[in-house]
């Protein structure tokens, strides 16, 4: 039987792409972002099905869970995806809207999801969650506290959980990518990776077989150093 995957954040960049390559491989997905019109090229480009949700409202995020698993029968492979950094500024300027939208995407959001994944995939004894961190929580930038804070957090998270899901014979896995080229930021980086890579990365994980379990997986472009 065709394996399920929710991936949050399929709209653009890297979840675009791992919508594109796991529904080639066979994967029956459930996308989800906010963009109605990106959605719906998506569906007609790739035949996922799929939900607007906004991340940032719990509230959405507990539905579109629900809306992934109705749709789908169950959700096989929880990939936690959906990531922004809207606030690049030193610690003086930064301001409270700007981290608190930060916390509620890139931690509450994918928590929340992992905790409703877990519920079902628990008692199952079988499942996949994946977490899409960043290289930014292996090391330190100025102008990067809010990002850099929510992904050390979301590394810690996804630490507890691989031990805690291990008991259950559930796998995480953490992803740390470096640089990608995309819309994560305005400005165009062809020297980072690109979406087709990070997202071929991913589905290796995904795809490791049974018996193995990928704990961790950091990958950057050549041209980085800051490790
Ligand atoms: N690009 C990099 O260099 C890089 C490096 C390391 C890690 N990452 C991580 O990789 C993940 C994907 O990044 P990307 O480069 O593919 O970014 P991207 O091209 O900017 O895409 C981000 C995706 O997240 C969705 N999203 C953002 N805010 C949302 C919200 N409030 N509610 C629902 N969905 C929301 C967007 O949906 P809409 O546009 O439809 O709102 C979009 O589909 C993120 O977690 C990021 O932190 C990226």
Redesign the pocket.
């Known amino acids: 039987m065709k394996k399920t995957v929710l991936v949050?954040?399929?709209?653009?960049?890297?979840?675009r792409e791992l919508v594109r390559q796991l529904t080639e491989l066979g994967f029956s997905v459930f996308a989800t972002?906010?963009?109605e019109a990106?959605l719906e090229s998506l569906r007609t480009e790739t035949g996922c099905s799929g939900a607007i949700?906004?991340?940032?409202d719990p509230a959405q995020v507990i539905e579109v869970y629900r809306q992934a698993a109705s749709a789908l029968g169950q959700v096989d492979i929880l990939i936690n995806?959906?990531?922004?950094n809207n606030r690049k500024a030193p610690v003086s300027e930064i301001n409270l809207a700007d981290w608190e939208l930060q916390y509620a995407?890139n931690v509450r959001a994918p928590m929340l999801l992992s905790r409703e994944a877990m519920r079902e995939m628990g008692p199952r004894r079988r499942g996949h969650i994946v977490n899409?961190v960043?290289?930014i929580a292996k090391t330190s930038q100025p102008n990067y506290s809010i990002y850099s804070t929510m992904k050390y957090g979301f590394m810690g998270f996804t630490k507890c959980l691989i031990k805690e899901a291990r008991e259950v014979n559930v796998k995480v896995t953490a992803v740390y990518?470096?640089?990608?080229d995309?819309?994560?930021r305005a400005e165009e980086r062809p020297e980072?990776l690109s979406v087709e890579s990070a997202a071929r990365m991913i589905v290796h994980c995904i795809t490791a077989p049974d018996d193995v379990v990928v704990h961790d997986i950091t990958y950057r472009p050549m041209v980085e150093s800051n490790f």
């Open positions: 949050t954040g399929a709209t653009r960049g890297i979840g972002g906010r963009d990106l949700a906004d991340l940032s995806n959906a990531g922004l995407v899409v960043s290289t990518p470096g640089g990608v995309t819309d994560f980072y």
